[in-house]
């Protein structure tokens, strides 16, 4: 692999943080054959162009092996894992804590009925 195809492929630094992350195959099976860091620029392909598998470009590997390895994550939890150390990384990177310690809720998008503001107003008048 010659540096970066795409935007969306992975850096070094962001390469050398996931491998860890990534589960080692099991036992018994036949050994991989597919570059695992291919694997990922190609989910991050689909993920930021928003294009159906089978559209990946062909120098990336086969979409039946790209989704494969992403349904087996996101089922296992890898995603999540993977999501959560990189956040991590870039909140260290712009002087942050790893974690965030807050969260915002927007009331904006929480339904109600108007019934139940009229009922309340009634109520504060009496």
Request: include cysteine.
């Amino acid at each position: 692999m010659g540096g970066k195809r795409y935007p969306s492929d992975l850096t070094e630094l962001e390469w050398l943080i996931l491998l860890p992350l990534i589960p080692v195959p099991g036992f018994g099976g036949r050994p991989r054959s597919v570059n695992m860091r291919e694997v990922i620029n190609a989910i991050f392909y689909v993920l930021r162009c928003g294009i159906p598998w089978r559209y990946l470009p062909k120098d990336l590997p086969n979409w039946k092996t790209v989704y494969h390895y992403f349904r087996i994550w996101r089922k296992k939890g890898t995603w999540e894992k993977m999501n959560t150390v990189l956040r991590q990384e870039v909140r260290i990177q712009v002087g942050r804590e790893p974690t965030p310690s807050a969260g915002i809720i927007d009331s904006q998008s929480a339904k109600t009925t108007e019934k139940g503001g009229f009922t309340v107003m009634m109520a504060v008048r009496r």
